[in-house]
């Protein structure tokens, strides 16, 4: 069975929040009309706590951008974004959540950060979205959502390695792009693990 995965769809990635992400804004209608096509629905948060050492401003005289080494694991830092309980960690307004089936939160542990929905950056910490989903039968994930070359590629790629057929759906996501091409490079990278790239126009008919 297939499911669809909406990965961070929260108001800080949207433009005006804290780590906006360009026309973040424009992939809500699209994930809401691919909700009608699909009978199973997850979703992951970004969810840190205010102390998480993925903020520059937890890191003295560090600015977004640079580099950390954060518990062993290389961590490029970021303004600080969906803390727990805040505005910012809340999903976009417009996003349908009625039809999920769970929510996963992520990131929660100050000392590493994680960008799959399945995993910690250092795969310590699990949320229990691969065991979720193998329960329910399910075998093939749909992934949208935010950011492209971020959480997104993550949860692809976690998603191949546990053996999950993995579509990605690419113009329901939008990247960070801190380089100007990382949306094709997340793209390229994926493809490569053995994603399959999909547009929602092709999900129409499902
Ligand atoms: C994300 C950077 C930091 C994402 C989350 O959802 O892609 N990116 N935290
Ligand atoms: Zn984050």
């Not at 692809?156 to 390695?161: I, K, P």
């Amino acid at each position: 069975m297939k499911a669809l995965v909406i990965v961070d769809v929260q108001n800080d990635f949207i433009p005006g929040g804290a780590l906006a992400v360009q026309e973040g804004n424009t992939i809500v209608p699209l994930i809401n009309e691919l909700q009608s096509k699909f009978e199973f629905i997850v979703a992951t948060q970004d969810w840190h706590p205010a102390d998480h050492g993925s903020f520059a401003a937890n890191h003295e005289g560090k600015q977004v951008g640079e580099f950390v080494n954060l518990n062993g694991v290389q961590q490029i830092l970021w303004p600080v974004h969906c803390v727990q309980g805040t505005a910012g960690a809340a999903f976009h307004p417009a996003l349908e959540t009625k039809l999920w089936k769970a929510i996963f939160q992520k990131g929660t542990n100050s000392l590493v950060d994680s960008y799959s929905g399945f995993f910690d950056n250092n795969r310590q910490g699990d949320t229990g979205l691969a065991f979720y989903l193998k329960e329910a039968g399910i075998s093939e994930l749909f992934v949208c959502g935010l950011a492209t070359d971020y959480c997104v590629k993550f949860t692809v790629l976690d998603g191949l390695a546990e053996g999950f057929k993995v579509h990605l759906i690419a113009d329901a996501t939008r990247a960070v792009n801190l380089q100007v091409n990382d949306f094709d490079l997340a793209l390229e990278e994926m493809k490569a693990a053995g994603a399959t790239i999909v547009e929602t126009k092709e999900l129409r008919s499902l």
